[in-house]
């Protein structure tokens, strides 16, 4: 027994030992891929050149958007009628109308090019959805006057049931040659579809309602005739004689039928039979037939 625990003892690590060999011989380690220098770069890192043309894209696009500081705009919505209202409505298929004052406070003349309009991402205005026609004015206003310019556009049914960004420019410019524009509305707007008063659906329901009384109506009635035909005729009372006549149209019947027998009896008795009178033929045709 002793001997065989010895043996155990140092057959054991020997054991382990090639056991561990064979698992890392099995067992595969994942090594990390070199790092290129040249792919290190980070990347919101832009060179110089870019940053310089990003930079003059913006300079333009603000000269461009830029608005005169003489000038005052203002823009009220004709149709629909917006008064009060939180988010601008539109109705798809129907015109949308508005109006643009322009006053001029400054020292020289401006020139009103044109008015143009355009649906927007909402969620980013940078995306256009659809360009409306600019309409041009090519209008002089003078110094200290103003001048009302109008425009109009039509959604198209399909936008119907989304919001949109409504983004419209008044572009001008003055006797020096420097141009402007300015965004008079850059909100988001409502596209709503267009509220008939009649409906087709409703007038065939209140159709559909109106026979189905009338027939209710006819069924009652012929229900009510039928029952009543069913229904037994009381018995008509059986009239009592009160005589031959009655000038007075005195009511009789509450005595007693023996009275009233009695009763028209006497009138019979008093009342004279009449008789003809006969002429001596008559009398003497009876007396030889031997009727009399």
Request: no cysteine; charged share 25%.
């Amino acid at each position: 027994m002793k001997h065989f625990f010895l043996l155990s003892l140092l057959i054991l690590p020997a054991v382990v030992f090639l056991a561990d060999n064979g698992r890392s011989k099995m067992m595969a380690f994942a090594e990390e891929d070199p790092i290129d220098e040249e792919e290190a770069d980070v990347e919101g890192e832009v060179e110089e050149g870019d940053v310089v043309a990003t930079e003059s894209e913006e300079d333009e696009e603000e000269s461009q958007s830029k608005a005169s500081p003489d000038a005052d705009t203002v823009l009220l919505f004709t149709k629909p009628n917006v008064q009060g209202a939180s988010q601008l409505e539109l109705v798809a298929g129907t015109p949308v109308e508005f109006l643009v004052g322009f006053r001029n406070k400054g020292e020289q003349d401006f020139i009103v090019d044109f008015i143009e309009a355009s649906f927007r991402y909402p969620m980013d205005f940078n995306y256009f959805i659809q360009n409306f026609s600019a309409v041009g004015y090519h209008s002089i206003v003078k110094p200290n006057q103003e001048a009302t310019f109008q425009y109009s556009f039509l959604p198209g049914e399909g936008f119907a049931g989304r919001p949109f960004g409504l983004n419209i420019n008044l572009v001008y410019h003055d006797l020096s040659g420097n141009g402007f524009q300015e965004a008079v509305f850059n909100e988001t707007v409502q596209i709503i579809e267009l509220d008939e008063g009649f409906d087709g659906e409703t007038f065939f329901l209140y159709v559909f309602l109106a026979a189905t009384v009338v027939l209710l109506l006819v069924i009652g009635q012929q229900t009510l005739l039928s029952v009543g035909k069913k229904r037994p005729s009381k018995k008509s009372s059986a009239p009592v004689e009160t005589g031959t006549s009655n000038p007075n149209n005195v009511d009789y019947e509450w005595l007693p039928a023996q009275t009233l027998a009695s009763l028209n009896k006497e009138k019979t008795q008093k009342s004279p039979r009449v008789t003809k009178q006969q002429s001596p033929r008559q009398r003497k045709a009876k007396r030889s037939t031997g009727s009399e």
